[in-house]
Structures are given as C-alpha cells and as structure tokens.
C-alpha cells in the first residue's frame, strides 16, 4: 500500500501551517485538496500559501484551472493519485492538505460510480434554480437527502443540482451511493485532523476576512470581472468572493458583505466540523494551535506506521 500523510480540518484552522512544518521536516511536498485553491486568479479570498510557502515547499493542485471550469471530486482523485504515484516511485510520502473532505474521502475510500448527467433533467433543475432560487432548491435537497445536505453549501447551486440530478436518476440519495460503495483503500494513511474550540476558530475566521479585506480581495474580485470571469462562474460562486458581488453592483453595503462572508464562513465551518466526527483520526490537535510536541508525537507514530519517515 502507498503511504501518505493528510491534514484535515475545517477552514481557518491552521492546516497549511502545519503541513509546513511537516513537508519541512519530512523532505516531502503538499497535495491541496481544496476545492477553491485550483482556481487561478482566487488568490486572497481562498486563503492560498503565500509565495514565498510555496517557494519554501513544493505544492500541487493549486493555481491549475480558470474559474470559468468546473472541478470535482473525481477530477481530484486522478489528478492527487498521478502525483502520488510518482512521488511513491520518487520515495517521498506526500501530504495531502486541505478542507475539502469529500476530495480526501474520495482518495482514500474510491469514488462509486456516479451516473451520466442527463440534459434534459439538468435543464430542468436549472430552470427551476432561475425560477426559484438556490434557497428552494437546497430546501428540497434537505427534504430528499439530508445527508448530503449537511455536507453542502446552502449556496452552492452546483453541487446541489448535481445531487438532485443523481437522486433523480437513480431514485437513491447521493448519501446511500457513498454508504454503498466500497471502502477499501490503496492507501496506507496517517490522518491527521485540526479541530480548535468553536469561539476561537470563529474568531480566527472573522479576522481573517478582516485581513483580506485589507490585503486587496475587493480589488481583486474586481480584476476577476475585468477580466471576463463571469459572475455566475464555478470560481465565482466561492465564500469570500459571491458575498462582495451585490457590494460591487451597488444593491449593498461593504459592511453587509463582510458580514455575510463572515457568517457564511462560520455555518461552513461548522458543517466541516460535523463532517469529521464521522471520519476516524490517527492524530487530533482540538487546542489553538499545535506546539513542537504534537509534531514530535506525529512524527513518531508517522514512523512506527510507516517506518520510512527518518
């Protein structure tokens, strides 16, 4: 079996600080299993390694797509497992990074087989999404699976008519899909998850948006539009970004978008939290921060699972 490393957590949690620590301290480099970091141009609002990061360790999986694209969990799966295997061949135990946990889910557990889309369904589901809202459409999606429900973004229109497409297509819920499959993996994993008390990762999340307000994501929304990307975009539709539009268009206050971004954020969060209690963890941090002895601790039992750490 391929060994690898993942760190995992809800957004703001300090996941890229540590697998710094880690990549440095293991000769090794960061697979990004982020769903938003792939864009090209989504540089502030999604919280990207600094340059000088990902001078200082090599990283893959970001910058790769333009936001007019779509990417999804399978998409990552090929992508994570090409790098993979050729860091294997290389000797080196990758670490997988990010807060994207069906991405992480899917590498470890395998992908079902999902069913083609049918255009006709999806150009009705769309319809209804123009007539009625992102709003209607996840409260149906509640009713229907509210499984998967809790695993998505009230606003994220994709992934909710996608969802809906399969439910539809196959008269199962997404979730029983996920509960079927086969779970075997080729994997030898060392999972690590990041989980501060509640208050302060709320905190840590207002004050980031504080932050890159401050650093220039306003301004750079703005460049994303001037450059074409359309509002309705995959990339568009990313927190932080779709909360500044109504602000751009006049319909709102910069202070209500800041509010919204920062409340979106949180309900995210708290979404990704309820995720990995249902995930089993070699490793857990639930303080404010890791300390030298929790990177000692990971990589002893790193070791002792893998014996090729040193």
Not at 57 to 65: G, S
Not at 236 to 260: H, W
Not at 299 to 308: E, Q, V, Y
Request: hydrophobic share 35%; aromatic share 8%; charged share 25%.
């Amino acid at each position: 079996m391929i060994p690898l490393i993942s760190i995992e957590g809800p957004t703001a949690s300090g996941k890229t600080a540590l697998a710094l620590e880690l990549a440095n301290k293991l000769s090794t480099v960061i697979i990004s299993a982020d769903s938003r970091q792939v864009y090209r141009g989504l540089d502030i609002g999604t919280a990207k390694p600094s340059p000088d990061e990902l001078e200082q360790v090599k990283h893959y999986l970001i910058d790769i797509i333009d936001p007019a694209d779509s990417y999804n969990a399978g998409r990552f799966v090929k992508d994570a497992e090409q790098v993979i295997h050729g860091l294997h061949t290389a000797g080196k135990i990758p670490i997988v990074c990010g807060g994207t946990g069906l991405y992480i889910r899917s590498l470890l557990k395998g992908l079902f087989s999902m069913p083609d889309s049918d255009p006709a369904l999806r150009a009705s589901l769309k319809e209804e999404l123009s007539q009625l809202g992102t709003d209607k459409l996840y409260q149906k999606l509640q009713t229907l699976d509210p499984k998967i429900a809790e695993k998505i973004s009230c606003n994220d229109s994709q992934r909710i008519l996608r969802a809906l497409e399969v439910y539809y297509i196959t008269g199962k819920p997404l979730s029983k899909h996920w509960e079927e499959q086969d779970t075997t993996s080729k994997y030898k994993s060392f999972r690590i998850l990041l989980n501060p008390p509640r208050q302060t990762l709320y905190q840590r999340i207002d004050h980031r948006l504080d932050i890159m307000l401050s650093r220039g994501l306003i301004e750079e929304i703005k460049q994303l539009l001037s450059t074409g990307v359309s509002q309705d975009s995959p990339g568009m539709n990313t927190l932080g970004y779709k909360e500044f539009l109504p602000y751009l268009s006049g319909a709102q206050s910069l202070d209500e978008g800041l509010d919204k971004a920062k409340q979106h954020s949180r309900n995210y969060a708290k979404r990704q939290v309820t995720w990995y209690r249902k995930c089993e963890f070699d490793f857990a941090i639930i303080t404010s921060s890791f300390t030298l002895s929790d990177i000692n601790s990971i990589l002893s039992l790193a070791d002792a699972r893998f014996g090729t750490t040193d």
